[in-house]
């Protein structure tokens, strides 16, 4: 791996475009040779296919994944890509199916994570590599190439310990901005582009994507599950613009207008810098995917190892008998999904899902009731909201020095997303839990490999997805390296236990044009 130190340029046109982050991102992406991927990267990434389609499918039928569907769906005929649930006879534009795909994926929240100096879900890069491979006829094996160097861009830019990545969230900035780089640069490495247009691409994709945090707050609506549909868009326009010969705007990164000028830390502090740690192709394996991790529970991250926690709780302990309960963590836990948020919609139980999905109360509280966390914990029955509401209202969340300094620690085996419970009974006495990592987590108690993300297809999409059309899906992927073009369609399955919603409106997309309604009307 070679650092590289990424600041602002002192002057405007004073930074030579071979010294730009954008392009050690583009060279990246242009240099990497097939041979540059080991095989557990290769089946990490075969992991991840499966992982999306499982939760892909599992949301097929919630509303905003259907209002996403059908802006997909306006463009039948338009496209070879395809969509999640809808037949692969079926096709679409590849801008559009990328979009729905990408949003049925992040719906649920329970999509790989990466969580260093930034937040991540790579696998957002996913959605819109396979829909322009598909629509260009593209094989198994350059999809395969894309993705990896997709996620190797994404994590080198949340950082890989040692002081490097770029923080976005400290100044607001969503993480997009770091997903729309990734997918420009995979999708350059997937389509075989020059470094030249890798370059733009980025550059376009990054200036295009700045957004603010204001989408995971308050009252939470679509568009947070929004986000890596929008990134899609981004950058596959981004890809197509730089393909045609168009410039984007640079240094995206480092110019005096920039990205880190203006928005990140450089807005303050004009010598303000950051270290970016990227793979050299023929020199370094890309092996950034198997940093990351699988989530076993549909919840914010931070919450996986609590969630495992309070389940483990919940097999000695009824919540009827808790006084209260107090979780000790880190700053983001109890800052973000905390009861440091200081968020009343976060201790209640009537906020929608993108709400809920952020309350650790809600996670210790729910766990603890059901004892057992699946697909029904945010279907909650009238006679288990007033049980439920209490029990929120008893947990509060503090802050503690060494669960934060673990969870910023370098050293991936001691970084930490998890805390301390501490449980007071209405007797009196006291319960008292810890963990570091979720069971899933690559150092967890029960590390997942590929029958678990098979076992994680099997339990989402069961009363969706037939048996036959289960196989035949990870058939698919175990032989990826080897599929054709066409066989790619094979890695967005037809729903076919069950019927696919439609929208409830017809909005725009869905409408006929001004004058068509009019012929039919003179018609009638």
Known sequence: MKTHIVKAEKKSGSLKKEDQLAWKIAQLAAKTKDS????????????????NAAIALAAANEYPVTVARAKALATHGTGKATVYGVAQSETCAPREAAFANAVAVRFRDQDDTYLAAEYSHPDDNISPLLAVAQHLGIAGRDLIRGIAVAYEVQVALVGTGK???????????????????ATAAGMGSMLKLPVEQIYHAVNFAVHNSISSRQSR??????????VPGFSAEISIDAVNFAMHGLKGPNPVYEGEDSIIRRFLDGKNDPNASYKIALAEPGK?????????????????????????????????????EVKSILLVTSHHTD???????????????????????????????????????????????????????????????????????????????????????IITLANGKTVKASKACANAHPLGKTPWKRPDYIRKLERLTEGLLSDIARERFLKTVEGLEKAKSAELSGLTPKLDLAPLKTVKSPGIYGARPVATAEKDRKRN
């Open 36 to 51: 540059d991927l080991p095989l557990e990267t290769v089946e990490m990434i075969k992991n991840r296919i499966i992982d």
């Open 163 to 181: 002081g490097t990545g770029i923080c976005l969230h400290k100044h607001k900035v969503d993480h997009m901005t770091h997903i729309a780089a």
């Open 217 to 226: 707050k308050g009252d939470i609506g679509a568009q947070k599950e929004f």
């Open 284 to 320: 370094d394996k890309l092996r950034n995917i198997m940093l990351t991790y699988p989530k076993e529970h549909a919840f914010e991250y931070q919450g996986q190892a609590i969630i495992d926690m309070a389940l483990e709780m919940s097999r000695k302990i009824k919540l009827k």
């Open 335 to 421: 800052h973000v999904i905390g009861t440091g948020a200081n968020d009343p919609q976060k201790i209640n139980p009537d906020s929608p899902r993108g709400t809920l999905d952020h309350s650790i109360m809600f996670a210790i509280a729910r766990a603890m009731q059901l004892g057992r966390w699946d697909g029904s914990v945010y279907d909650i029955k009238a006679k288990e909201k007033e049980e439920l509401r209490a029990a929120m209202k008893k947990i509060k969340t503090k802050q503690d020095a060494e669960w934060e300094r673990r969870y910023h620690s370098t050293d991936p085996k001691e970084q930490a997303f998890g805390g301390t419970l």
